[in-house]
């Protein structure tokens, strides 16, 4: 399992220019599945950051360390009380999700520096593995927390491997 993830955004090229500096790093150049001219660099060597303006995630639970396919990435932002609630079932539907269909890693995650921030990273062979392990009944007990509100942000975004 990863234990640390670094990422950042930019253009196509001053991405791929970053990982060509950097051959000693394993990374994902990612496209967004929403806006085709938005990209994410992600370092999974679990190496210390590079990126001038990242964004680091600190593993707290999952499985995998095979970020390939389709790759969502999901924010919450939540209270004390829901965040640790929220971490829980999590915690509970990834050890239950290692056999879905399609799954190649799911991770639970800190976002470094930003308290009460929990992010869910996953990885799959196609959009319609996510579209069922989300719409499943599994995965069921944290819509409850994808929903704005005045305690709580959530944000995601789906991206597959540009290269």
């Known amino acids: 399992m990863i234990s640390q993830i670094n990422f950042t955004f930019g253009s196509s090229q001053l991405l791929r220019d970053i990982a060509k500096k950097h051959p000693d790093r394993t990374f994902k150049l990612c496209v967004s599945n929403g806006d085709n001219v938005k990209y994410a660099l992600f370092d999974v060597s679990g190496k210390e950051n590079i990126f001038s303006s990242p964004i ?9 360390d095979d970020l390939r396919g389709i790759i969502s990435y999901q924010s919450f932002k939540l209270s004390n009380d829901d965040e640790r609630i929220m971490r829980e079932k999590a915690k509970d539907i990834i050890a239950s999700s290692k056999q879905a269909k399609g799954a190649n890693a799911i991770l639970l995650c800190n976002r470094v520096g930003h308290p009460n921030s929990t ?22 007990s944290l819509n409850e927390f994808s929903a704005r509100g005045p305690q709580n942000t959530y944000f995601s975004e789906t991206y597959s491997l540009a290269d």
């Open 119 to 140: 992010i869910l990273l996953s990885a799959w062979n196609s959009q319609a593995d996510l579209n069922a392990w989300h719409d499943s009944n599994l995965y069921s």
């Open 56 to 64: 680091s995630l600190k593993t707290i639970d999952g499985f995998g």
